[in-house]
Each structure stands twice: as structure tokens, then as C-alpha cells.
């Protein structure tokens, strides 16, 4: 089993590469036994050490089927550092894949919002996915592998054998999204059957802080709209909306370049965003009750 968990994929979502190091040093300092290679990837590191989304792109956008394939053929030329970035993550990940040769992989990609209460997981309806997903203890969110071209967990989770999430934290900026991503490895770990029963109390109270800054939330949920913008659009949302606020359709949510922003459907509100970097002004998702 090789696990690779990936921080700061956006450069100012910091929370998971310190959350990582934080689960590193216990797993040396108290020699756990855990049954998998585990690596730590760091993603865009220009823009973690600028603060920002990213550079040049979206990083989390370039994961198309046409670039790996391009880059495993020697025949990319990447023109962003984004694109630099991605040849790179894209080689050492296929040297981990070629090295150890691991009958399964799980991808989990830890990132934040830029508005409040923003903790889930987002995942694809692939069965393995679904599992892992179910046991993590906080929302889940389908149907962005649908709208959203180019990300990492759509790019794994077409992988035989492979099973990738991404973990939304919290709000950028937040002490506390640390806390879940630091909780969220645990978790993970635990379901996926790779730390000994003995060993169980150590993750216990994980699971319990993910429980409980869970509760009242949905438990599922399908994103059934996007609002898709760019940099000349002047997009500015209205203040004071967090995730998973429920906004019924017609209600103004933001402005435009255009006019006025209004919800085109009925449902909860998911990454309003609040930053000046991010191709998407916010999703609208419905609860799935069965």
C-alpha cells in the first residue's frame, strides 16, 4: 500500500503541510507500525512561500488526461510554473508507484476554503472512494469530478487499484483545520485497515473531534451548480455566507462585472469564495437523503 497525502496544492492552504508533519513526527517519534509507505507531497511551494492561490494557474486544474500522458511520452513543454510543478509531482509520484510497486494507492489532498465552517470531503461515486469517504466522519460531497476538469482526484481516481479524496479542511487561515487534517490521516488509516487494534486508542479521539464539529451538518450531498467566473468577471460575493448556509433560488449571492448574482436553484452553499484567486464563485449542492 502506498499512501501519498498532498499539501498545499494551492499555496496558501497551509493547514495540511503542517498537519502532516505534525502526523509524521508522532508516526517516527513512536515507531508505529503502519502497514503501507506513506509520502508527504508538497505541491505548489512557490506559491506557499508567496501566499497565494497559485503563480501562474490553478495547479489542481492541470491534472487532464492529455498532460500526464504527454509527460510520461517526453513530449510535455511546460510554459507556467505550474506546469513545471506538475511534471515534477507527475515523474517522483510514477518513481514511488515504479520503486515499491504497491498493489493499491490512496491520494488524499488536503485543501481549505476561503469561507468558514468549510469542512468535508469530496469524492467520487467510485465504490472504494465511497467507503474510505464514509469512514472519515464529516460531510460528503459528490458530483464536482463532473463539473471540475483537470483536478488530482479525478486524474487518481481513473487509476486501477487507487482510491482519491480531497479534504477541505476549513477556512484558509483557520488553527482548527489543521486539527481535521491532522485527524483526517488517522482516520483514514484506521479505515483502510493499516493501523493494528492495538494501536486504535491513538485514533479515537479523531474520529471524536471529526464527530463532533460534524454535527448538524448534511451528511451527503451532490453539487448540482457551479458558478464559473474568471479574473475580468470583478466578481465579489456578499459577506457573511459560510458553507453549507442553505439559499433558496433568486436570492442574491454576489455581484459581477454583469450585474447582480442570484442563486439559479434552491440548495446549500458551498465554497463561497472570498479571495481574489479561484475560477469558480461558488456551488450550489443538494442533500442526498437515501
Known sequence: MLILVATVIHGNER???????????????????????????????????????????????????EHIRRIRMGAFHPRTREEKILVKLVQAIRHYRSKLRPRQLIWLDLHCTSSPRGTFVVSTRHHANLFLASQLRIPLVLGLDHILHGTAIRFF?????????????????DPRAVHVHHAVIWTALKAARLIPREYFDIVAPHEKFLTEISEG?????????????????????????????????????????????????????????????????FYIAREIKH
Open 157 to 173: 481516481s481513473e487509476i486501477r487499484n487507487a482510491v482519491s479524496l480531497a479534504i477541505e479542511g476549513g477556512q484558509i487561515g
Open 217 to 281: 451538518l448534511p451528511h451527503k450531498l451532490l453539487v448540482r451548480y457551479a458558478h464559473f467566473i474568471d479574473s475580468t468577471y470583478q466578481f465579489k460575493m456578499l459577506p457573511g455566507f459560510r458553507n453549507f448556509d442553505y439559499v433558496r433560488k433568486g436570492m442574491l449571492l454576489a455581484t459581477q462585472w454583469d450585474g447582480p448574482v442570484y442563486a439559479p436553484i434552491s440548495g446549500h452553499l458551498l465554497m463561497p469564495l472570498y479571495q481574489p484567486q479561484g475560477g469558480e464563485g
Open 15 to 65: 493547514s495540511g503541510r503542517e498537519a502532516f508533519q505534525r502526523f509524521f513526527k508522532i508516526l517516527t517519534d513512536e515507531k508505529l507500525p503502519i502497514r503501507a509507505h506513506i509520502v508527504g507531497i508538497q505541491g505548489n511551494i512557490e506559491a506557499w512561500r508567496r501566499n497565494v492561490r497559485y503563480v501562474d494557474e490553478d495547479l489542481n486544474r492541470l491534472w487532464t488526461r
